[in-house]
T-cell receptor, first 113, second 114 residues
Framework: EAGVTQFPSHSVIEKGQTVTLRCDPI?????LYWYRRVMGKEIKFLLH????????ESGMPNNRFLAERTGGTYSTLKVQPAELEDSGVYFC???????????FGQGTRLTVV | DQQVKQNSPSLSVQEGRISILNCDYT??????FLWYKKYPAEGPTFLIS?????DKNEDGRFTVFLNKSAKHLSLHIVPSQPGDSAVYFC?????????????FGKGTLLTVNP
């Protein structure tokens, strides 16, 4: 069974540009989460989808971040325009229930220069 | 305001000995606790969890202890193996339907020396 897949694994963009991160959850998992780890800090919750609906987006830093989950399958996280402080590793996770032992993807390392 | 704290950034132990990783939390609403292991360039991998109704959970070489009055939990690895070398994250989750949201500590880098 395929795990949670994230694309790209690395992205280097200039300040002011737009970047879109993609996450393919484990098939059949209704719950999808985005987390972010800024260097040296803890992994922080960004948002949670149940199928195609945003259940909680309280962790989204600001309105430069937009997450979507088309048809309740894969999800995208767009940063527009990117700022230097957006650099970090963005993790996607999915689970079949609300029990918090979700499966994580390998992460996308975003560097804004 | 960090609600989950791992005060030791790193820990080094000899192969075969016990590794003890510690975690403290401040939010009394947390009722489910997890440990994740993370290798470089990989995502966190679920290791073991414990509900607040228990004080101990064991899975093979891994045991998690929870002290609710002290708001403290620890992960014991016995015996430690070189393959256990990784960053270990403590995470906590709350109740009332919000138990999907994990609050992580900063992690502890464990190095097991052969």
């Amino acid at each position: 069974e395929a795990g949670v897949t994230q694309f790209p694994s690395h992205s280097v963009i200039e300040k002011g540009q737009t970047v879109t991160l993609r996450c393919d959850p484990i098939s059949g998992h209704d719950n999808l989460y985005w987390y972010r780890r800024v260097m040296g800090k803890e992994i922080k919750f960004l948002l949670h989808f149940v199928k195609e609906s945003k259940q909680d987006e309280s962790g989204m830093p600001n309105n430069r971040f937009l997450a979507e989950r088309t048809g309740g399958t894969y999800s995208t996280l767009k940063v527009q325009p990117a700022e230097l402080e957006d650099s970090g590793v963005y993790f996607c996770a999915s689970s079949s229930s609300l029990i918090a032992s979700a499966f994580f993807g390998q992460g996308t390392r975003l560097t804004v220069v | 305001d960090q609600q989950v704290k791992q005060n030791s950034p790193s820990l080094s132990v000899q192969e075969g000995r016990i590794s003890i990783l510690n975690c403290d939390y401040t939010n009394s609403m947390f009722d489910y606790f997890l440990w994740y292991k993370k290798y470089p360039a990989e995502g966190p991998t679920f290791l073991i969890s414990i509900s607040s109704i228990k004080d101990k959970n064991e899975d093979g070489r891994f045991t998690v202890f929870l002290n609710k009055s002290a708001k403290h939990l620890s992960l014991h690895i016995v015996p430690s193996q070189p393959g256990d070398s990784a960053v270990y994250f403590c995470a906590a989750s709350g109740s009332g339907g919000s138990n999907y949201k994990l609050t992580f500590g900063k992690g502890t880098l464990l190095t097991v020396n052969p």
